[in-house]
């Protein structure tokens, strides 16, 4: 069964960072691109940013320079480093494997960032 464990989200300042965790289970981690995703009160969800098995990553233009995807296969885990922080980022962060698109029809909780003063 898959399942995505989002975690490290919070409440922080205008130009703060966060750093979000998201650790799968029962897909072969490895072999997947991964992305994250953010849906935004009465917003469609949307990609945020993507990994692909080599490492190499892309970002929506809206956090390019700011958002910094990584993995670590070893602990089955995609990393979301998120600094200068905008209001515009608060939203609900999800991750899935990606292929274009989410992988999976299953989602984890996600994990609530909240930009605010």
């Known amino acids: 069964q898959v399942q995505f464990v989002e975690s490290g989200g919070g409440l922080v300042q205008p130009g703060g960072s966060l750093r979000l965790s998201c650790a799968a289970s029962g897909i072969s981690f490895s072999i997947y691109a991964m992305g994250w995703y953010r849906q935004a009160p009465g917003k469609q969800r949307e990609l945020v940013a993507t990994i692909t098995r080599s490492t190499i990553a892309n970002y929506t233009d809206s956090v390019k320079g700011r958002f910094t995807i990584s993995r670590d296969n070893a602990k089955n885990t995609v990393y979301l480093q998120m600094n200068s922080l905008k209001s515009e980022d608060t939203a609900v962060y999800y991750c899935?494997?990606?292929?274009?698109?989410?992988?999976?029809?299953?989602w984890g909780q996600g994990t609530r960032v909240t930009v605010s003063p």
């Open positions: 899935n494997a990606d292929r274009g698109g989410p992988l999976f029809r299953s």
